[in-house]
């Protein structure tokens, strides 16, 4: 069922997002008077088709593979790779037919409706929700550091007071992108000692295979244990899937169930150590895997002790209550809301450029292209309107980005020729473009494979 809601909620997304970004070459090249002969959701491979119908002189219709969506434009070579009608006189109203200008403008028409779409989304989610953020001065216990973070040089109780000099006033800023893609130099406060700690712009290369919370995040206090996981038959047995693929089978263990920790208990300290915050317990028992401990802890007042044995993945199977730090949210009216959502959109439009950037210099590890599979996973097994929104606005940034790639079958691809063409004051030959579009194809396919190659393994932990 998790699945079904994971992936209804990626075809309804992605579905939007083609059905739009057609609509923007359909409603170009009709502006100028460009027969359009097919408009599809989804591809009509070997002339397979779930459905269609036909209006005036369109055929509209959904296909049956789920790769996104096409129209089909007449004297145009694209997807389709129509020489038979290539090889036809040029009709007045065939794309070929119609001046460079006006047929970039029909090339560019999805990529432009793309972005509005992404700032129309952010615009109307800041209208609605506004920003809520972590009051950093009111940090005072500081941040908890991960793996990560320490490898920099931070330490748990460290407070950020600046980044490259500017004071940091929402501490979600020190895990932004202006941090993570491009580094940073952090001003920490350490008792009383200030001192400089630089991030790398490498190290969204090691976050990739990681949480944030792996880098840093606001120190958490700890109350009560708010879950203890109880054995559960279905979550004891090896699925189906695991089955057919020959993943050994890790039978879950309930240590803090087994002991008779309950859900209200208090933990005061794991082998004596004295807890007060998550990151202390969470190192103390990780530290002690497959291995004997003894918690304290007070229940309804009175002081009560547990020994049990560390799962094998360091954990003994609860979750505690945090006290959070402070927030602040901020609302906005509905026109200022517009430029604080279109600064969203475009700052995610810079992200996807700086992470192909990235990847073309080797300062990150193409294992992070994403197939359809990954975004599944991303938009969860819960509906969520703000985070199913979100995830949408930041998708049709990214389209809008991808197919402005100069990478011959996508937009960005045929711009270029055409570009070309309005230099040289000659068109491209129709043996150009063909061949071009047949390697444009092969690349796409082969980064297609690769994208779920990559979801693939990393669904084994590989």
């Not at 020190?174 to 491009?182: E, G, M, N, Q």
């Not at 006290?323 to 009216?333: K, L, M, R, S």
Request: charged letters at 20%; aromatic letters at 12%; one cysteine or more.
């Amino acid at each position: 069922m998790n699945g079904l809601i994971m992936a209804g909620q990626l075809l309804l997304g992605l579905s939007l997002l083609v059905i739009l970004h057609e609509l923007g070459h359909f409603l170009a090249a009709r502006a100028f008077g460009i027969k359009v002969e097919k408009f599809y959701l989804f591809f009509d491979a070997w002339g397979f088709k779930l459905f269609s119908f036909k209006k005036g002189d369109v055929e509209y219709g959904v296909g049956w593979l789920p790769l996104g969506g096409y129209v089909k434009i007449a004297g145009m070579i694209d997807e389709s790779m129509d020489t038979e009608q290539m090889a036809q006189p040029a009709q007045p109203w065939e794309f070929r037919s119609k001046p460079a200008w006006q047929r970039l403008i029909v090339m560019l028409g999805g990529i432009i409706v793309n972005v509005i779409v992404g700032i129309f989304i952010f615009w109307m989610l800041t209208y609605n929700v506004g920003k809520s953020y972590t009051v950093n001065g009111k940090l005072t216990d500081g941040i908890s550091v991960g793996t990560l973070g320490k490898e920099i040089g931070l330490k748990n109780g460290d407070r950020i007071l600046a980044i490259n000099g500017n004071k940091l006033i929402r501490f979600e800023d020190a895990i932004s992108s202006k941090v993570l893609f491009d580094g940073a130099q952090l001003t920490i406060l350490r008792g009383s000692q200030t001192l400089y700690v630089s991030v790398p712009d490498t190290i969204l290369n090691k976050l990739s295979k990681n949480d944030k919370e792996n880098f840093i995040s606001p120190r958490y206090r700890m109350a009560s244990v708010a879950t203890v996981l109880a054995p559960d038959e279905k979550a004891d047995q090896q699925s189906f899937l695991d089955r057919v693929f020959g993943r050994k089978f890790v039978k879950p263990v309930y240590p803090a169930y087994s002991a008779g920790i309950k859900v209200g208990d208090s933990i005061l300290a794991v082998n004596g150590k004295p807890i007060t915050f998550f990151d202390q317990f969470k190192e103390e028992v990780s530290a002690n895997k497959n291995k004997q401990i003894s918690i304290q802890a007070l229940r309804k007042g009175k002081p009560v002790n547990f020994n049990l044995k560390v799962g094998p993945e360091g954990t003994i199977g609860i979750a505690p209550n945090f006290i959070f730090p402070e927030t602040a949210h901020v609302d906005y009216g509905f026109a200022e809301s517009l430029p604080v959502g279109a600064g969203m959109a475009w700052s995610t439009f810079v992200d996807n450029a700086k992470g192909i950037g990235k990847m073309i210099t080797g300062k990150l590890s193409a294992r992070n292209i994403s197939s359809p599979i990954g975004i599944a996973k991303v938009y969860g097994s819960t509906f969520d309107w703000v985070k199913f929104w979100t995830l949408t606005g930041l998708i049709s940034m990214a389209l809008a980005f991808m197919n402005l790639l100069p990478i011959p079958g996508l937009d960005g691809g045929h711009v270029v020729f055409l570009l070309i063409e309005m230099v040289q004051r000659k068109p491209v030959s129709e043996k150009v473009l063909e061949k071009a579009q047949i390697v444009g194809f092969v690349i796409l396919i082969c980064l297609m494979v690769f994208a779920f190659g990559n979801d693939i393994l990393k669904s084994f932990g590989k």
